[in-house]
């Protein structure tokens, strides 16, 4: 396959299972487990503080190995990057399975959003170089709407399991989910040169990068940064609000729910119209309306008020699907991508690790409803940010 090959020769069914299935997969086994950690670390006897503390380590794992996972792919490539993520994962589910303590647990825990890291980097990668500028948004957000789908499937094939084997059970739905990822993954068509327009010479340094990039990644970059923020404390608000109204688990389950349906349905259109259109016809609409959810969530005060405002932030959140990597890939040089998209990363998970701080701090100096609206506020400044930032038309010359 050819870098960026020619438009009319390239459909993205070409390359759609060895490309998205390994998103696919690896989606279900983080879904599987994502329930099932807090649940492990309290069987093993720790506090409820300290299960939270365990389950925050996936995040950190990731947020701290962007950089090192951009390193990787540049000298490995990215084939041989998500085997090795898939190694690195499968290791990771057996130290869970069979931790005789919580530390152990912990490392584990760590070292799977270590390899999620990688293995996301590395698919980001390929598909900047695979995919034609002008078929770009599409591909990723159909990358980031097919893990969301996995993520949604994976706690109902670990609930299965651990009716039959117990809480492990999850772990060993991700262990093969994760192998089946890596094994489709190996199967990728290899990126060829082409003309030979690759630039030759020594990789840049990230401090390089940084230096040379620093409008864009003050800018845009910041906006980023508050895309994320807003997006994981919508996560966080769903049920803490619901809990704050009264209502039971179930309710609270089906109404987040029916949010995350919602979200997975639109991706692909919004990709189509980040490419016809450009990038702000889909950051900013999707911005003011996840925004405007969290300032009214507040305001519902019952089951179908919730659910409406609910719904309206999975519309805004699907909208946003693949965004973030779009626009890491629209503004990624030829000569140190996956270097610069490691630090992209980095910037998008400090965002995502900050919203839910931000909104645990104000809740507790001040009240939920206060942190919910004050996320709301942040999804205004990203739409606002974004809007400012990102050209109406997307750059197509990379």
Known sequence: MTRNGNPEDFSLRSIAVPAFGPSLLFGIGEGAILPIIPLTARAMG????????IVALLGIGSLVSNIPASLATARFGERRSMLGAAVLS???????VFAPELWV???????VGAAAAVFNLARQSYLTEAVPPIMRARAMSTLGGVARIGIFIGPFVGALIIHLAGLPGAYWVAAVAVTAA??????????ATGSGAEPAGPQPTIAALITTHRRVLLSVGVGVLLVSAVRSSRQ???????????????????????SG??????FYPAGKIMDLKGRTWVAIPAMVLMGLGLLLMPLSHSAATLLVVALLLGFGNGLSSGLIMTLGADYSPRHG??????????????????????????????????????????????????????????????
């Open 90 to 96: 499968l290791t990771a589910m057996l130290v869970c």
């Open 182 to 191: 890596g094994a489709v993954a190996w199967q990728l068509p290899d990126l």
């Open 105 to 111: 647990l912990a490392l584990g825990v760590f070292l």
């Open 236 to 258: 966080v608000v769903v049920p803490l609000w619901a809990e704050s109204l009264g209502l039971s688990p179930a309710t609270t389950s089906l109404i987040y729910g029916l």
């Open 337 to 398: 991508r996956a270097q610069f998209l490691g630090i992209w990363r980095f910037m998008s998970a400090a965002g995502g690790s900050g919203g839910p701080a931000i909104l645990a701090f104000l809740t507790a100096a001040v009240t939920l409803s206060f942190g919910i609206a004050a996320a709301g506020v942040l999804g205004l400044a990203a739409a606002a940010v974004l809007g400012l930032s990102v050209p109406r038309n997307p750059p197509l010359t990379r």
């Open 261 to 266: 349906a919602v979200d997975m349905l639109i």
């Open 46 to 53: 720790s506090s409820i503080a300290e299960a939270s503390l």
